[in-house]
């Protein structure tokens, strides 16, 4: 079974109306709605903005409720002059940017106990839903994803991010489900259209285009994994 992440309601929604046999059940923080969405077996879950809140929900979701594959999809900032607002990209890896123990010597982005700054994702689902995109004549972006807990809006610190991770894009979850599910050895995804560039104007950019996106995304993915098993 499939476990969807997202970090707020809106990007929730679409998926939330298209689901069939939906029952819903509250764990801890977030309420998780079981459900199908096509012929694929899936859970949904608001987990709230932020790493602490994604860590949770992934931990329920795989431990609670058995799910194999978790998928976090949303919005994000670009940080690649390449990669535009409404472009989306699927991430080959996340890491932490606000992951700091350099003090203690070791490099900034370092997941202590783990020992990784890099959380890879999973690669076959990455390639079907860039042949999926490829065959309604869309393109899959794809790079390293960074996540913190922090709205960058800010061309310096976008700056900061890139030359020290290489990242393409920039959000505020998709690492901590990485880190949870790479602990659990279980597969997950990161999908996100591209609702700004993370830049001095972020802000107004992020408030225009959030919703839109938000929902464009649920649609073009409920497509894919409507599929899927
Ligand atoms: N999600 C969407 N845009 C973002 C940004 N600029 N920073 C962090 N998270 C985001």
């Known amino acids: 079974m499939i476990g969807l992440i997202t970090a707020m ?13 939906k029952r819903s059940v509250k764990l801890g923080t977030s309420t998780f709605t079981r459900g199908k969405i096509g012929i694929t077996e899936v859970v949904l879950s608001v ?41 989306i990209v699927s991430a080959k890896a996340s890491v932490q940017h606000d992951m700091d123990t350099s003090a ?27 042949q999926y995109l490829s065959a309604k004549g869309r393109t899959l972006k794809t790079g390293i994803i960074a996540t913190g807990d922090q709205f960058i809006s ?17 959000e505020m979850e998709g690492g901590a489900v990485g880190q949870i599910c790479y602990a659990n050895g279980v597969p997950y995804n990161i999908i996100r259209m591209m609702s700004d560039c993370a830049n ?19 649609d073009i993915f409920t497509g894919f994994i409507s599929t899927l098993c």
């Open 47 to 87: 987990c709230g903005v932020g790493k602490v809140f994604a860590g949770v929900c992934t931990n329920t979701m795989i431990v609670d409720l058995g799910c194999t594959h978790i998928v976090n999809i949303g919005v994000a900032g670009s940080l690649d002059k390449n990669i535009g607002v409404g472009d």
């Open 104 to 130: 203690a010597g070791d490099p900034v982005g370092l997941i202590s106990g783990i020992n990784v700054i890099e959380l890879p994702c999973d690669e076959a689902f990455h390639d079907k839903f860039a």
């Open 9 to 21: 309601r809106c990007e929730a929604e679409f998926f939330e109306n298209i689901m069939t046999d």
């Open 200 to 218: 001095d104007d972020a802000d107004d950019t992020y408030s225009l285009n959030r919703d839109d996106c938000a929902v464009e995304l649920a």
């Open 154 to 170: 800010d061309n310096a610190r976008k700056k900061e991010i890139v030359s020290r991770f290489g990242a393409c894009a920039v």
